[in-house]
């Protein structure tokens, strides 16, 4: 039982990071990002290339893997989302060059890494005991460091100017313009915030799980999942989503085979959305 | 040449003319009105001067320097602030970051943080709901915050459109109040768009009339009010 609680705690710390990268692109842009696992994935597979392979610390390569992937979200956002929401302004095109930008990284990451589940050393060693629940201490760094990112991210969009642009440009963008905000660069900040995340998330979660360069479409599903869950586009109501998902996977990997797992998920997911489509925290459509 | 210049202003929406030809000019700290029915090109005209629309032809000068190749935000620093048609609070923000947005292109910390005492203690109903979401403001109350806000800027030009808009009588009167007040305290030259035609002829000293597009009659205020095209089509007769 304390076992489940203590997964269930890490699991959701980190997707409560993926949550919240696509609930700012979303919010901000409003541009469902397809390519959030593959920004995940990867995060992942950075931090794999200079731990493993160049041989640095795992420190240095999660900056790298936050300063690459946050790159990248910020120069597709420049380059393609951007002129595409000026020549047109149906929804669709958006989504599509989104599901376009996913296959354009998940075959990079292919040729470049390859198609092998990667993995790296334990960052520290030793394990905690609670109750009757072992913390390996590298798993314990990564739910601090999850829960420091989240605060930090919060306290960003909640107390900083620029933080509060990026609520204002996602609740009236005319509005906002009126009051002399730089909407483009605003907006390119937040889409390279939302990859950065996902980036994290993935530089993260490769220490206990292990990526490979086809595990964004999977993630990019789970990050769907949680803002059905939480409501799109609500901070709050990412984070619970985040929470609920993190909690039922591990509850159900406990007890019952993994893949019948997911499949409850989706099915209660459905039930669910029958009941409340604008999910838990979401504003019902006016 | 005038405080404000604006000379042919055209704008068309999909290849469809919105205004034609629409000419504005007044002094330092004047009020002028643009009335006119739903559609005439009232909200199309301010819009094109705070460069939300895209001029087809015709040039605005303010203070002396031509202002119409101006992205939004530089027309802010330039001292020109919007209150936008329906009034448009950020509704799940708080009162204060609302008023805090209205500063954005500001640097002076001190003199944001000295104006935000100063909108506060004109509107006081804003000071008990500091920390509320503005959605959940009244109709009025969402104007006031909505003009403190403009007013955040520091504007010496202020724009409103339709501020009376959707607001009972009595609320109407405060706005207008509000107006005279803010021109005469603050000393900020005001373009006020109306459908409330009798409200925009008493409290400003000039007036367009638009007509489909196109400016159909201007003149003093006062005049207006006694014009009896002008009565007939919009003060009710």
Same mark, same amino acid.
């Given at each position: 039982m304390e076992q489940i609680l203590v997964n269930g705690t890490i699991l959701a710390a980190n997707y409560a990071l993926i949550a919240l990268g696509i609930t700012l692109i979303f919010s901000i842009?409003?541009?469902?990002?397809?390519a959030h696992g593959q920004m995940f994935m990867l995060g992942g597979l950075i931090v794999y290339y200079v731990c493993v392979v160049l041989h640095l610390p795992y420190a240095l390569a999660l900056i790298a893997a936050v300063v690459i992937v946050g790159l990248i979200g910020m120069l597709f956002e420049d380059v393609f989302f951007q002129r595409v929401m000026r020549i047109s302004n149906r929804e669709e095109n958006t989504m599509l060059l989104a599901v376009g930008t996913s296959l354009l990284l998940e075959n990079a990451a292919l040729s470049l890494f390859g198609e092998k589940q990667r993995a790296i050393p334990p960052i520290v060693s030793g394990v905690y005991r609670i109750g009757n629940a072992f913390l390996p201490a590298s798993r314990a760094l990564v739910l601090v460091l999850s829960l420091v990112l989240i605060a930090a991210v919060l306290v960003f969009v909640n107390y900083t100017k620029t933080g509060r642009a990026m609520r204002a440009l996602a609740q009236d963008r005319t509005a906002t313009l009126l009051m002399g905000v730089d909407a483009k660069r605003i907006s390119t900040l937040g889409f390279g915030l939302g990859a950065a995340l996902a980036g994290v998330a993935g530089g993260l979660l490769i220490s206990i799980s292990g990526v490979n360069a086809g595990i964004g479409t999977a993630i990019s599903t789970k990050a769907f999942i949680m803002i059905m869950i939480g409501g799109a586009g609500v901070i709050s109501g990412s984070l619970l989503g985040a929470v609920v998902l993190g909690f039922a996977e591990a509850i159900g990997y406990a007890l019952i085979p993994g893949s019948v797992t997911y499949l409850l998920i989706f099915v209660a997911l459905i039930v669910f959305l029958l009941f409340r489509?604008?999910?838990?925290m979401g504003k019902p459509a006016a | 040449m005038r405080y404000f210049e604006a000379r042919g202003l055209t704008v068309d929406y999909d290849r469809v003319t919105a205004i034609k030809d629409i000419s504005i000019g007044f002094d330092e700290g004047q009020i002028v009105a643009l009335i006119g029915a739903n559609g005439a090109g009232k909200t199309t005209t301010l819009r094109a001067i705070t460069a939300l629309s895209r001029l087809k032809a015709g040039e605005i000068w303010f203070e002396g320097e031509q202002i119409d190749r101006h992205a939004p935000a530089a027309l802010v620093e330039r001292g020109i602030a919007m209150v936008p048609e329906g009034r448009?609070?950020? &509704?799940?923000? =708080?009162i204060r970051d609302n008023l805090l947005m209205g500063a954005y292109t500001r640097k002076d910390k001190a003199g944001v943080a000295r104006d935000l005492e100063r909108i506060l203690a004109r509107f006081p109903r804003l000071e008990e709901r500091f920390r509320q979401s503005a959605g959940t403001l009244s109709g009025g109350e969402q104007e006031m915050l909505v003009v403190g806000r403009a007013l955040m800027a520091k504007p010496r030009l202020l724009l409103l459109d339709e &501020? =009376? *808009?959707? *607001?009972a009588p009595m609320v109407v009167r405060d706005i207008a109040n509000l107006i005279v007040e803010i021109n005469r305290d603050e000393g900020v030259s005001v373009i006020l768009v109306e459908q409330n035609s009798r409200m925009a002829l008493r409290i400003s000293q000039y007036a367009y009339v638009l007509e489909t597009g196109r400016i159909g009659l201007e003149g003093a205020s006062a005049d207006l009010l006694h014009n009896d095209h002008v009565k007939a089509l919009y003060l009710g007769g």
């Open positions: 842009m409003n541009v469902l990002n397809f489509p604008q999910g838990i | 448009r609070v950020f &509704p799940h923000m =708080s &501020p =009376s *808009l959707g *607001l």
